[in-house]
């Protein structure tokens, strides 16, 4: 079965940079669409940032555009968001989820989430 397993999450003081990683296995890697999704307390799970199978092609949401990276190593089977100048305001969960095809931005369009990464930027 898919399994994607996130890691990299931590408490860090705002202006700083963590980096996201989420190691997949059950699928073939090289040709699935990763995405990046975020969830805080009481409020619905958001976009952040996905990637197509090559890498090639990325999409931001406004709120992350400029400070976040996303990017994928398919020989690793892994995607890794690379987060800085971060602000209290990105403080959420941060979920790892896949699908085929083409790159989407919305919840539901993905078919399988990992089980999130607290990331936690204090003042």
């Known amino acids: 079965q898919v399994q994607l397993v996130e890691s990299g999450g931590g408490l860090v003081q705002a202006g700083g940079s963590l980096r996201l990683s989420c190691v997949a296995s059950?699928?073939?890697?090289?040709?699935?669409?990763m995405g990046w999704f975020r969830q805080a307390p009481g409020k619905e799970r958001e976009f952040v940032a996905t990637?197509?199978?090559?890498?090639?092609?990325?999409t931001y949401a406004d709120s992350v555009k400029g400070r976040f990276t996303i990017s994928r190593d398919n020989a690793k089977n892994t995607v890794y968001l690379q987060m800085t100048s971060l602000k209290p305001e990105d403080t959420a969960v941060y979920y790892c989820a896949t699908r085929s095809w083409s790159i989407a931005t919305m919840p539901y369009e993905y078919d399988y989430w990992g089980q999130g990464t607290q990331v936690t930027v204090s003042s």
């Open positions: 990637i197509n199978w090559r890498g090639d092609s990325t």
């Open positions: 059950g699928l073939t890697f090289a040709t699935a669409v």
